[in-house]
């Protein structure tokens, strides 16, 4: 039996896309149990109803804090069966509230070779900072900023003329293998967490 997913989401929902082809044409063994988002607005909702996947969504606003947002997600998620939660593009940070209940069973993307660059305009950074490579980090969440157990990495090259965007996109293809790529190896058992590092069984 396939293992559940929950997916969390801010915007347009590319790395939720490829997440969904990787199943359709059965490279990803997992079924998706929820995308739950915090924009009503989110293009990700579409892309979800376009494959028949439930949604949620629980903005902010419409909670009193922080912890009442992070329990409605939660219950989302719980509602649905999903067996571990995935962050594709959710623009939030997590409180221990929230991770503590799912502990070593976040998976997060971000755009840049962790442990540098972490945070927001993380492409720009690199390029800023003048770096030869780039890439992408999936990780285990945890309560820092970006600094879970990394389950995998994908390089790429940053090029003299790379602006933000020249790099986002070419990492952004990266990250389109990657996060599948970790959520099998999660969904088949092979991630093994011993403090920071993280042991894929081959």
Same mark, same amino acid.
């Given at each position: 039996?396939?293992?559940?997913?929950?997916?969390? $989401?801010?915007? @347009?929902?590319?790395?939720?896309?490829?997440?969904?082809?990787?199943i359709a044409e059965g490279k990803l063994n997992v079924e998706i149990a929820v995308v739950v988002s915090d924009h009503k607005e989110?293009?990700?909702?579409? @892309?979800?109803?376009?494959?028949?996947?439930?949604?949620?969504?629980?903005? @902010?606003?419409?909670?009193?804090?922080?912890?009442?947002?992070?329990?409605?997600?939660?219950?989302a998620l719980r509602e649905a069966g999903a067996e571990a939660v995935v962050l594709a593009g959710f623009m939030r940070i997590l409180t221990g509230h929230f991770i503590s209940r799912w502990e070593h069973k976040i998976i997060n993307i971000h755009?840049?070779?962790l442990p540098s660059f972490k945070g927001l305009d993380a492409q720009g950074q690199a390029v800023d900072y003048g770096v030869k490579v780039a890439g992408c980090t999936v990780h285990f969440v945890d309560e820092g900023?970006?600094?879970?157990?990394?389950?995998?990495?994908? $390089?790429?090259? $940053?090029?003299?003329d790379d602006t933000e965007e020249t790099l986002a996109a070419r990492i952004l293809k990266e990250e389109h293998k990657a996060l599948p790529e970790a959520i099998q190896l999660w969904a088949d058992g092979k991630l093994t967490i011993q403090g920071r590092k993280v042991y894929v069984a081959r």
């Open positions: 039996m396939s293992k559940k997913i929950g997916v969390v $989401v801010s915007g @347009r929902g590319s790395n939720l896309q490829s997440i969904i082809d990787h989110a293009f990700a909702l579409e @892309r979800a109803a376009k494959a028949g996947i439930p949604t949620a969504v629980v903005e @902010r606003k419409g909670c009193k804090d922080k912890a009442e947002f992070e329990d409605k997600i939660d219950a755009p840049a070779l900023t970006d600094t879970g157990p990394i389950i995998l990495q994908k $390089v790429v090259p $940053v090029l003299d």
